[in-house]
C-alpha cells in the first residue's frame, strides 16, 4: 500500500565539555580545611562527594569541606542541569591527608596511697610520630611511646598525650581524672599489753589522722571474740601467754590499714592448800600453803585465831570450825586466793548423856546413849550398878546412835528402877 508516517522529536545534548572544577589544597595534615570551585557556563545544581563519606549538595561554585581523617581521597563531582540531567566528573587530582589520631590505653587506675600506671599507646598515623609528650596530671611528664607511671599522692589525676609528625601534624588524646589515688585510713590501737591471767583489757581504736570517710573496723582478739565497733566491748584472757590482737579497717573506697598489739597475759601465782586441816580445840595446826616462787606479799584473813597474817603458813588455834582466805601477790602484780578449812575438835562438843531413862518399851526415851556434837567416835560406855558391878558396856561406836545405847537389861533381864553410874 506505500502507506507512511513521520514523527519526530528534540533531544537537547547537554554539553558539559566547558565546565570544570579544581580544589586545594592537595595535601596537608588533618584536619585540612578544603575548598573545591566549579567554573560553568551554565546554571547548574551540584553534589560533591569528597570521598570520606560526605555528600554536600548546592548551587554555589564556591564549597568547603574538611578532612578530619588521614588518608588519600579523590573529590567526585556530579552536575545537575535543569531537566536533571546528570554528568559525572572525577577530580584530576588525589588528595593526600596525613596526620596522627593519639590514643592511649592502661591498667589498673585506682590506688590506695599510691600505684604504678602502665599506659601504653594504640596511636594510629600515616606519617611517622616524631615526638611523645605525656602529661600525668601530678606536675610530671613523659617522652617514652608507652610509660610506666608511679603516683605517690592522693588525688584525681586526669592524663594526656600529645604527638608530632615528622611533617609536624598534631594531635591530643585527653582522659579527665583517670587514676584515682585515695589515702588509706591510718589508726592505732590503744589499750593494756600486759595483764594477769582472767583480767579484762579495754581496746580502743584511734585515728592518726583524721578521716572523714565511712571506716569499718574488724576486730580479732586471741581468745576467740571479733567486734566491728571502734570501742569493743572489754575482753576477758583467761589464758597466760603472748598473744596479737589485731584490727582491719576500711574505709569507703576499700583502702585498709591493719595495725596490732601485742599482749603479755601473765599466769596468777599457783596456791596450795591440803584442805581441812583437823586439830583438837587449843592446838594449833600450822596451815600447809605452798605457792609459786615469785609471791612478794601474803594476807590471810579472818585474824582470829591466826598467829600471823602477812607469813605464808600461819599457826591456826580456832575455837571453831573456821575457813581461811590467803590472799597473795607475786612480782607480776598477779593476785590469787586459797581457802583451808580448820575442823576443831571437842569445840564446844559437850558431850550429853541424859541422867535418867525410862526403858518402858512406849518408844520414847527407852534407850541411854552418848549425844553431843563435834565427837567422832565412842571409845567406851560403861554403866555400873551400886555396888560397881558393870551391867553394860560397849566400845568404838558412833555418837547419836541409839541402837548402840542401853536398854535397862542385865543378861536378858530388865533391872529394877535405881541409880546407876556411867563411864564415858
Given amino acids: 500500500g506505500g502507506c507512511t508516517d513521520t514523527a519526530s522529536q528534540v533531544i537537547k545534548i547537554f554539553d558539559a565539555s566547558a565546565t570544570t572544577f579544581s580544589y586545594t589544597p592537595f595535601d596537608g595534615c588533618k584536619p585540612l580545611p578544603f575548598t573545591a570551585t566549579v ?6 545544581d551540584y553534589a560533591w562527594d569528597f570521598g570520606d563519606g560526605t555528600i554536600v549538595n548546592t548551587t554555589a561554585a564556591n564549597t568547603t569541606h574538611t578532612y578530619n581523617v588521614f588518608g588519600n581521597y579523590v573529590p567526585k563531582l ?4 535543569s531537566g536533571n540531567c546528570l554528568v559525572p ?3 584530576p587530582d588525589t588528595v593526600r591527608i596525613i596526620g596522627v589520631t593519639a590514643k592511649f590505653g ?3 587506675t585506682f590506688f590506695c596511697d599510691s600505684g604504678s600506671v602502665a599506659f601504653s599507646d594504640s596511636t594510629t598515623f600515616n606519617d611517622p610520630v616524631l615526638n611523645y609528650q605525656w602529661n600525668f596530671g601530678d606536675g610530671t611528664q613523659s617522652v617514652v611511646s608507652s610509660p610506666v607511671h608511679q603516683y605517690t599522692s592522693p588525688g584525681l589525676y586526669t592524663v594526656s598525650l600529645a604527638l608530632e609528625t615528622v611533617q609536624g601534624c598534631r594531635d591530643t588524646f585527653n582522659v579527665d581524672q583517670l587514676v584515682k589515688v585515695v589515702e588509706s585510713p591510718s589508726v592505732r590501737i590503744n589499750g593494756d599489753t600486759v595483764i594477769c591471767q582472767n583480767g579484762f583489757v579495754i581496746y580502743d581504736g584511734l585515728f592518726n589522722r583524721p578521716d572523714t570517710s565511712v571506716v569499718k573496723w574488724a576486730w580479732t582478739f586471741p581468745n576467740g571474740t571479733s567486734s566491728n565497733q571502734q570501742v569493743p566491748a572489754p575482753q576477758q584472757f583467761p589464758t597466760a601467754g603472748n598473744f596479737i590482737v589485731q584490727t582491719v579497717v576500711t574505709n569507703s573506697s576499700g583502702c585498709t590499714d591493719t595495725v596490732t598489739r601485742n599482749l ?3 599466769p596468777l601465782p599457783v596456791i596450795t592448800i591440803a584442805s581441812p586441816q583437823i586439830t583438837p580445840l587449843g592446838t594449833p595446826v600450822q596451815l600447809p600453803a605452798t605457792y609459786t616462787n615469785n609471791i612478794v606479799s601474803y594476807s590471810w584473813s579472818p585474824a582470829t585465831g591466826l598467829n600471823c597474817t602477812d607469813c605464808d603458813q600461819p599457826f591456826a588455834s580456832p575455837k571453831f570450825n573456821t575457813f581461811y582466805r590467803v590472799t597473795v601477790l607475786d612480782d607480776k602484780g598477779c593476785q590469787n586466793e586459797g581457802r583451808v578449812q580448820v575442823i576443831v575438835l571437842c569445840q564446844g562438843s559437850n558431850v550429853f548423856v541424859p541422867n535418867t531413862f525410862s526403858p518402858n518399851g512406849d518408844g ?3 534407850v541411854f546413849y552418848v549425844r553431843g556434837k563435834g565427837l567422832n567416835r565412842v571409845k567406851s560406855l560403861r554403866v555400873f550398878n551400886r555396888w560397881g558391878e558393870a551391867v553394860f558396856e560397849k566400845v568404838n561406836f558412833a555418837v547419836n546412835d541409839p541402837t548402840v545405847g542401853w536398854d535397862g537389861t542385865y ?4 533391872l529394877t528402877p535405881d541409880v546407876y553410874v556411867y563411864q564415858v
Avoid at 78 to 81: A, F, G, K, S, Y
Avoid at 411 to 414: A, D, L, N, S, T
Fill in 78 to 81: 556530579l552536575l545537575i542541569d
Fill in 106 to 108: 592502661w591498667t589498673n
Fill in 264 to 266: 603479755l597475759v601473765n
Fill in 364 to 366: 520414847s526415851n527407852d
Fill in 411 to 414: 543378861k536378858g533381864q530388865k
Fill in 89 to 91: 566528573m572525577i577530580g
Fill in 39 to 44: 567554573n560553568s557556563p551554565a546554571n547548574l
